[in-house]
């Protein structure tokens, strides 16, 4: 019964190249976020989407786009992939009305060679 | 803007000993205050929380109390066990704006 899902759980792959992590959630929430956790911990938040709207778009490079197809998945494309982009990517999901209790996925851990 | 600072780690202790991890914040307003924990390998999961000045809020014998005066949440527990290691995140929110994080505090206990 797995709340928030995402997928592939690790992802190694060449520079230059190409990506996607799938995040699915079960909770019949209606806002989903994507995090990137570097090396040293630090959690900082990439996208938010409510009903399938981009509510928060924070400084990232436009080869990072997130699509959500529906209210239950959010996934994010990266294009050209760069060796600083080797990190763990966190999906999280809330209710809007709650926009504090988020409940995250376990993590995609990526390592661009 | 909002911005959350906590005690840098990594921090060990003794089984059954005391703990506490600071964390004080900085808000345009009156936030709601978080601490998520990160078990090894896991996303994060939210152990307590606080919407108002005075609130304690309280989970798994962890506790910590929103005090407006001094701007700060500390996290607290009596007596830790091996399976409380793990990255501790404090957070903070206002309004519905975005979730604010600390860099996170690595606790190692030993036994």
């Known amino acids: 019964d797995t709340a928030v899902s995402q997928t592939p759980k690790y992802l190694v792959t060449q520079m230059g190249n190409d990506k996607s992590i799938k995040c699915e959630q079960n909770?019949?929430?209606?806002?989903m976020y994507w995090y990137k956790q570097d090396s040293k911990k630090f959690l900082k938040i990439m996208f938010s989407y409510n009903n399938k709207e981009l509510i928060i778009n924070e400084t990232v490079p436009n080869r990072f786009s997130p699509k959500s197809p529906d209210k239950a998945h959010l996934n994010l494309h990266i294009n050209s992939l760069e060796l600083g982009d080797s990190a763990v990517y966190f999906c999280?999901?809330?209710?809007?009305?709650?926009?504090?209790?988020?409940?995250f996925g376990p993590g995609t851990r990526l390592t661009v060679l | 803007g909002n911005s959350v600072t906590q005690m840098e780690g990594p921090v060990t202790l003794s089984e059954e000993a005391f703990l506490t991890i600071n964390c004080t914040y900085t808000?345009?307003?009156?936030?709601?205050l978080f601490w998520y924990v990160q078990y090894p390998g896991e996303g994060l999961q939210l152990l307590l929380k606080a919407t108002k000045a005075d609130d304690k809020g309280s989970n798994k014998g962890f506790e910590a109390t929103y005090r407006k005066e001094t701007t700060s949440f500390h996290l607290e527990k009596g007596s830790v066990q091996v399976s409380d290691s793990a990255v501790y995140f404090c957070?903070?929110?206002?309004?519905?704006?975005?979730?604010?994080f600390g860099t996170g505090t690595r606790l190692t206990i030993i036994p």
């Open positions: 909770l019949g929430h209606d806002t």
């Open positions: 957070a903070l929110i206002l309004g519905n704006e975005k979730l604010t």
């Open positions: 808000a345009t307003g009156y936030p709601s």
């Open positions: 999280a999901s809330s209710q809007g009305g709650s926009p504090s209790e988020q409940f």
